[in-house]
């Protein structure tokens, strides 16, 4: 990769930039901020201010022959992600990048009830968050078919890492599910995942699709008590359904809401991934030997 681009150069796109800077490859990072842009250019990245909202600032985007990670979510609401179009219809003929890197995420499969999840599973999206994601991985299929630009596709489980530990809702007391009733949840560090995105631009062929977990599911109360533990908070309250329904975010609640056990078979072998950490105890020790166990 002589050439990269990231669409979204935050938290993961930063670690992905380091990546391929170590490699003494040009990066370009899209953002929206001059704030972002300082920090960008500290790293050695080349900041692009840019909103995938307002297609007029997406011109001239330095694409052509490039590898480009699409790590932006979509917007807020709806079932579609218009970005992933907006940025598409951005770049003329001719400008075409070499391949797209697109970083979308398990919750397009919906609730398997616990069942394991394969890239063969059939998506069925069960809130509008999983349904814009599918929506974006299909538009980036279709424009890649007519554009002839492989297209590459990780469907990514919950990133943990330093700076989204769950520390203010440990601190706060915030309640979580009683672990009889809390579904299995997947989850990925987000160095591990950063590595999985360079390995795909280097070993994903067009039509790819990656499952992108450390292969051992936990549910989200387990997650949160070892967090408190190896923090030395208490461990939250258990609460039934019915409090949560009450007391949590409509989102924490979607997480709730489905099971999965996902197979990541196919991104250890054909991306030769080796993790760095294997599972959530290995990742937590990390952290905390590091002193980066912050929220």
């Given at each position: 990769m002589n050439n990269v681009l990231i669409i979204g150069c935050g938290y993961i796109g930063k670690r992905v930039a380091g990546l391929v800077l170590a490699d003494k490859a040009s990066v370009?990072?899209?953002i929206r901020s001059q704030e972002s842009a300082a920090e960008l250019e500290a790293l050695g990245v080349r900041p692009i201010v840019a909103n995938l909202d307002d297609p007029a600032t997406l011109q001239g985007l330095p694409t052509q022959g490039a590898t480009v990670f699409y790590l932006a979510p979509p917007p807020g609401g709806g079932n579609s992600?218009?970005?992933?179009?907006?940025?598409?219809?951005?770049?003329?003929?001719?400008?075409?990048?070499?391949?797209?890197?697109?970083?979308?995420?398990?919750g397009v499969y919906g609730d398997?009830?616990?069942?394991?999840?394969?890239?063969?599973?059939?998506?069925?999206?069960?809130?509008?968050?999983?349904?814009?994601?599918?929506d974006a991985e299909s538009a980036f299929r279709e424009w890649g078919r007519g554009r002839n630009v492989a297209v590459v596709i990780l469907r990514v489980t919950g990133i943990y890492g330093p700076g989204r530990?769950?520390?203010?809702q440990l601190a706060s007391g915030q309640p979580v599910l009683e672990e009889r009733l809390a579904p299995l949840t997947n989850r990925?560090?987000?160095?591990?995942?950063?590595?999985?995105?360079?390995a795909a631009a280097e070993k994903g062929e067009d039509g790819d699709l990656f499952n992108v977990s450390d292969g051992h599911p936990?549910?989200?109360?387990?997650?949160?008590?070892?967090?408190?533990?190896?923090?030395g908070y208490p461990?939250?309250?258990?609460?039934?359904?019915?409090e949560a329904r009450r007391v949590m975010s409509p989102l924490m609640l979607s997480y709730m809401s489905e099971a999965r056990r996902l197979d990541n078979s196919r991104?250890?072998?054909?991306?030769?991934?080796?993790?760095?950490?294997?599972?959530?105890?290995?990742g937590l020790k990390a952290e905390r030997k590091r002193g980066r166990l912050e929220g």
């Amino acid at each position: 990769m002589n050439n990269v681009l990231i669409i979204g150069c935050g938290y993961i796109g930063k670690r992905v930039a380091g990546l391929v800077l170590a490699d003494k490859a040009s990066v370009y990072g899209l953002i929206r901020s001059q704030e972002s842009a300082a920090e960008l250019e500290a790293l050695g990245v080349r900041p692009i201010v840019a909103n995938l909202d307002d297609p007029a600032t997406l011109q001239g985007l330095p694409t052509q022959g490039a590898t480009v990670f699409y790590l932006a979510p979509p917007p807020g609401g709806g079932n579609s992600d218009p970005r992933v179009r907006n940025f598409c219809a951005a770049i003329p003929p001719g400008e075409e990048p070499e391949k797209v890197i697109y970083m979308s995420t398990s919750g397009v499969y919906g609730d398997s009830g616990g069942e394991l999840v394969t890239e063969e599973t059939p998506p069925n999206p069960q809130t509008s968050r999983g349904n814009r994601r599918l929506d974006a991985e299909s538009a980036f299929r279709e424009w890649g078919r007519g554009r002839n630009v492989a297209v590459v596709i990780l469907r990514v489980t919950g990133i943990y890492g330093p700076g989204r530990f769950p520390v203010s809702q440990l601190a706060s007391g915030q309640p979580v599910l009683e672990e009889r009733l809390a579904p299995l949840t997947n989850r990925i560090h987000a160095d591990d995942l950063a590595r999985v995105c360079l390995a795909a631009a280097e070993k994903g062929e067009d039509g790819d699709l990656f499952n992108v977990s450390d292969g051992h599911p936990t549910t989200m109360t387990h997650y949160f008590d070892a967090v408190a533990d190896l923090l030395g908070y208490p461990r939250p309250r258990q609460v039934s359904m019915e409090e949560a329904r009450r007391v949590m975010s409509p989102l924490m609640l979607s997480y709730m809401s489905e099971a999965r056990r996902l197979d990541n078979s196919r991104m250890l072998e054909k991306l030769g991934i080796e993790l760095l950490y294997p599972d959530l105890e290995a990742g937590l020790k990390a952290e905390r030997k590091r002193g980066r166990l912050e929220g």
